[in-house]
């Protein structure tokens, strides 16, 4: 199992920008972005392929924020711009069984504990 760690998580304000970055024991994985609000479902955010080239958004998200990761670093990121008060949210990392892109829930063996975004409006 690979074991994860988040940070970056805040308070802001809307448009503002924050990132996210996920510390992982291991880089030989797809890795993706899921986040869950109060009292909502645990939602997919973004993926991305082990070496990068294949990245994966939720609607909500699209164009506003970028997953990127640094193998080297075993660090996984994202880039979170013109943020707003429904981004709030726990942000978890999770790393998959494979190392493909994929926005499946079920399809990641691995969590991180979480990070809590704050959008002010």
Known sequence: QVQLVESGGGLVQAGESLRLSC?????????????????EEREFVASISWSGGTTDYANSVKGRFTISRDNT????????????????AVYYCAAARGLRSTRNWVDFGSWGQGTQVIVSS
């Open 73 to 88: 670093k075993r660090i996984v990121y994202l880039q979170m711009s013109s943020l707003e008060p429904e981004d709030t």
């Open 23 to 39: 510390l992982a024991s291991a880089s030989d994985y797809g890795m993706g972005w899921f986040r869950q609000a109060p009292g």
